[in-house]
């Protein structure tokens, strides 16, 4: 389905965003991890977030989604793995699904952790980052799960299920993936394993990995004043842009990036 703006993450920062694209009367989905996977959830109290002194982080979360919810914002579960422009047109791998939108929010929070030797080089080559995506592919095949999302073990079963050999690692530290063109093994804490494919699940893809070419200083993604980005119909909000990493701070941003996006699709609109 094709939208106006797609928020990439449902924390405040994307949260605003939404609300303030659909009060500009433009359609929005908010393609999230599941709500209490949000680090804002596991807050036991928020003491500076004005008029609201210690409300918890779940009962923030959730009033700025019912908030959303009422306005008429959509929501998609899913982990954005890819994007591409064409035509004026963003389209947005999320599992196995695309989605469509004239402009992006990127609101996604911080993504850390470095990647591990020969996952770059062999992206696509047994390196995937989608379990239910790619997971047909190593039927019947031996595969290393890395996992560091909530939903990392459910996706690993799926493999089981469908009928992989599963080496399921708990968030492993120092790894090297390796093989002639192909993933053919994976050492992790000193112990190689011969696998035909290696699924790293983490919470959230790395900014530069969804947008090459991205522009980035220190780790953030770097904004204007609209919170747009160097790249067309592209804007950024919240802990992805740097600090301080507070929701006073994100809502704010996503406020200005949702205009910014139902502006830029105006525009759009106008050129045609």
């Keep these: 389905m094709s939208y106006d703006v797609l928020v990439i993450g449902g924390g405040p920062a994307g949260l605003s965003a939404a609300i303030n694209v659909r009060a500009r009367g433009k359609s929005v989905l908010v393609v ?9 959830w596991r807050s036991e109290r928020v003491e500076n977030y004005l008029g609201l002194p210690g409300v918890t982080g779940p009962e923030l979360l959730q009033a700025m989604h019912k908030h959303a919810e009422i306005d008429g914002v959509e929501f998609l579960t899913g ?15 999320v599992g ?49 799960v890395l996992g560091y ?18 080496h399921y690692l708990e ?24 696998v035909d494919g290696v699924f ?12 090459p070419g991205l522009d980035m200083e220190n780790g953030y993604v770097r904004v204007d004043h609209r919170m747009a980005t160097g790249l067309p119909g592209v804007f950024a909000a919240g802990d992805c842009n740097g600090g301080p ?7 704010g ?13 105006d525009a759009l609109a106008r050129k045609q």
């Design 245 to 251: 990493l507070q929701v006073a701070k994100a809502t």
């Design 32 to 40: 999230s991890n599941p709500i209490e996977e949000s680090p804002l």
């Design 253 to 265: 941003e996503g406020l200005i990036a949702g205009q910014s996006a139902a502006a830029y699709v």
């Design 200 to 211: 790293i699940l983490r919470p959230a893809m790395a900014p530069t990995d969804l947008f």
């Design 171 to 194: 968030k492993p530290r120092d790894c090297t993936i390796s093989g002639d063109g192909k993933v053919e093994q994976i050492t992790c804490g000193g112990e190689t394993t011969k």
């Design 79 to 93: 982990k954005a793995i890819s994007a591409s422009f064409m035509m004026d047109q963003w389209y947005v791998s």
């Design 96 to 144: 196995s699904d695309v989605q469509e939108a004239k402009a992006v929010v990127l609101a996604a929070g911080v993504a850390r952790g470095k990647k591990f030797p020969g996952e770059a080089e062999l992206l696509g080559r047994g390196v995937s980052y989608c379990a239910t995506c790619d997971g047909m592919l190593y039927r019947g095949k031996s595969v290393a």
């Design 149 to 166: 999302s909530e939903t990392a073990r459910q996706e690993a079963e799926f493999l089981r299920g469908i009928g992989c050999k599963v």
